[in-house]
């Protein structure tokens, strides 16, 4: 994991993501929307196999100015990401970023969650025999700890990420936290878990 917190470090970082097919991004802020802020953009490279977290509270512009913003809007480059509303629009309001080519598991999850029995082969959407087996009483997205215990079992959610959402709650679900400098170790590890799972 890295911390990326100089335009230097942003330079040598997307030397490295560059180069990268398929990256996961996460982004935590203060109320994470147009109306909020954008304080941290945690990117894993797959084939690096490493986490930058880019500080855009520090940076503010010039850590997508320095080229974040023309990975994130790659269309060469795939982004999992996991419910990816709130980052999608934090970042185009207050950032100008149009993120491209977004694979958002959560999407996946609810087309998975709507299949009533899994077949050997995929249906297509157009196929009325689709629309036959399809659940339709999905009332409720998962959060990423609900599909991560409904596919590897529970208790496999990490324990770092349990405990800032309860430093979150406890200080009134205040986001605040991703402003504090130095960022505390534990937050580092949050992002790092969020953006790997």
């Known amino acids: 994991m890295e911390l990326v917190d100089t335009t230097d470090k942003v330079s040598e970082s997307l030397s ?12 935590e802020g203060n109320e994470l929307g147009r109306n909020g802020t954008l304080d941290l953009v945690s990117v894993y490279g ?3 196999k490493r986490v930058y977290i880019f500080d855009v509270y520090r940076l503010g512009h010039d850590v997508f100015n320095s080229g974040l913003k023309q990975i994130l809007e790659s269309v060469t480059v795939d982004k999992l990401m996991f419910d990816c509303r709130q980052d999608s629009d934090a970042l185009f309001h207050l950032y100008n970023v ?18 009533a ?13 689709y629309w036959q087996t399809v659940d339709r009483n999905i009332d409720k997205l998962r959060g990423l700890g609900a599909c991560i215990e409904s596919i590897l079992g529970e208790g496999n959610v990490n324990k770092s990420k349990k405990a800032v959402q309860d430093e979150m ?6 986001f605040n936290i991703w402003q ?17 799972n």
């Open 16 to 27: 490295y993501l560059k180069n990268e097919q398929m990256i996961a991004v996460d982004c």
């Open 117 to 129: 029995k899994p077949k050997s082969r995929v249906p297509s959407l157009s196929d009325p025999k």
């Open 46 to 48: 797959l084939k690096a």
């Open 169 to 174: 709650h406890q200080k009134g679900n205040s």
């Open 98 to 115: 149009e993120i491209q080519n977004v694979v958002d598991v959560q999407l996946m999850d609810v087309c998975h969650s709507r299949m």
């Open 180 to 196: 504090e400098r130095p960022l505390p170790t534990h937050l580092l590890n949050y992002c790092c878990e969020d953006v790997k």
